[in-house]
C-alpha cells in the first residue's frame, strides 16, 4: 500500500537555487496539505488544496508555491531557496475535512547552504 | 488562528511509570486529534475527540477531551520503550499542530 509518496526524501540546494518537492497519494482523497517541521517543532502548515484546482494558504506560504492539476499529485516549488527553508517536509492526504484523518508521507529532508 | 499548546514540552522517564500530557487553548474546538510520530517518519493518528468530556482508551493510553473543548490530555500507564516519540494534538478544522511533547521512555 503506498498511501502518501514524497520524492525526494533528501537534498542540499545552494541559496537562490529552485526546486520543487513531489507529492502523490493513491488514496483518492481530496484534501492535501504541504508541512514544514523545524528540528524539535511541531508542524507549521504551508498549503493546502481541497481538491483538484483549488488551493489556499496556511500559516506560512512565503517562499513557497503550489498547484494541483490533479487529485492525486500536490508539488511544493520553491524559488530562490533561502537557509530558512532549510526543515523537513511532509506531505498528508485526507478524505474527510471535518474529522478526517491525515495520512502523511516519510517527509522530505531539505538543507539550503 | 486557533494556538494549540502542549505541555511538558520534553519529559523523560523510566520504563513502568505512568505520565500526562497536555493539549490546551483558548478557543473551543469541534474535535482534536492526538499522533504520535517517531524519529524519521511522518506522524500517524492514535486518536480523535469530538465530544466535550469523552474518554477513549487505546490500550495503555486514555485521551480526554475536556467538558469545554478548549483542551485534551493523553495519559500513558506503564510507559515503555516503544512510547518513546513525539506526541502532537492537532486541531481538526483547523490543520494546525501544537509544538508536541517528545517523550523519551528509558528501559
Known amino acids: 500500500n503506498a498511501g502518501v509518496t514524497q520524492t525526494p526524501k533528501f537534498r542540499i540546494l545552494k541559496i537562490g537555487q529552485s526546486m520543487t518537492l513531489q507529492c502523490t497519494q493513491d488514496m483518492n482523497h481530496n484534501y492535501m496539505y504541504w508541512y514544514r517541521q523545524d528540528p524539535g517543532m511541531g508542524l507549521k502548515l504551508i498549503y493546502y488544496?481541497?481538491?483538484?484546482?483549488?488551493?489556499d494558504k496556511g500559516e506560512v506560504p512565503n517562499g513557497y508555491n503550489v498547484s494541483r492539476s490533479t487529485t492525486e499529485d500536490f508539488p511544493l516549488r520553491l524559488e530562490l531557496a533561502a537557509p530558512s527553508q532549510t526543515s523537513v517536509y511532509f506531505c498528508?492526504?485526507?478524505?474527510?475535512?471535518?474529522?478526517?484523518?491525515?495520512?502523511f508521507g516519510e517527509g522530505s529532508r531539505l538543507t539550503v547552504l | 488562528t486557533q494556538l494549540l499548546e502542549q505541555s511538558p514540552q520534553f519529559l523523560s522517564i523510566q520504563e513502568g511509570e505512568n505520565l500526562t500530557v497536555y493539549c490546551n487553548s483558548s478557543?473551543?474546538?469541534?474535535?482534536l486529534q492526538w499522533y504520535r510520530q517517531e524519529p524519521g517518519e511522518g506522524p500517524v493518528l492514535l486518536v480523535t475527540?469530538?465530544?466535550?468530556?469523552e474518554v477513549k482508551k487505546l490500550k495503555r493510553l486514555t485521551f480526554q477531551f475536556g467538558d469545554a473543548r478548549k483542551d485534551s490530555s493523553l495519559h500513558i500507564t506503564a510507559a515503555q520503550p516503544g512510547d518513546t516519540g513525539l506526541y502532537l494534538c492537532a486541531g481538526v478544522r483547523d490543520m494546525r499542530f501544537g509544538a508536541g511533547t517528545r517523550l523519551t521512555v528509558k528501559p
Open positions: 478557543s473551543v474546538f469541534s474535535s
Open positions: 498528508a492526504s485526507s478524505l474527510d475535512f471535518n474529522t478526517g484523518e491525515l495520512f
Open positions: 488544496s481541497v481538491g483538484a484546482g483549488i488551493t
Open positions: 475527540v469530538v465530544t466535550g468530556g
